[in-house]
Nanobody, 119 residues
Framework: VQLVESGGGLVQPGGSLRLSCAAS????????IGWYRQVPGKERELVAR????????YYADSVKGRFSISRDNQKNTVYLQMNSLNSEDTAVYYC?????????????WGKGTLVTVSS
């Protein structure tokens, strides 16, 4: 099982990035996928989540209207389009796969991609 994030990097305030999460080794379409982020000294927080077939989405208040999550089940990939980035978006972003009805301890996680918003 693998979740591999990509697309992170350095971006100026007000800029945009698109993160990708490529999955393999499990039935991708059976899982909801979430993007989390974490900064040193703080708990990992949920940024956005998308249901198995992309019908339902959730966004943290801090990113509503700026971030957009989508998925392509044919490519086993989830995307996070991030616009109007600011310094508070600086974090390591992680991809998470959750199977409905199971305990979170069985979730799959990627290793993360660093997003730095700075001038």
């Amino acid at each position: 099982v693998q979740l591999v994030e990509s697309g992170g990097g350095l971006v100026q305030p007000g800029g945009s990035l698109r993160l990708s999460c490529a999955a393999s080794g499990f039935t991708f379409s059976g899982y909801s996928i979430g993007w989390y982020r974490q900064v040193p000294g703080k708990e990992r927080e949920l940024v956005a989540r998308i249901s198995r077939f992309g019908i339902n989405t959730y966004y943290a208040d801090s990113v509503k209207g700026r971030f957009s999550i989508s998925r392509d089940n044919q490519k086993n990939t989830v995307y996070l389009q991030m616009n109007s980035l600011n310094s508070e978006d600086t974090a390591v972003y992680y991809c998470n796969a959750h199977l409905y009805g199971t305990d979170a301890s069985t979730d799959y996680w990627g290793k993360g991609t660093l997003v730095t918003v700075s001038s």
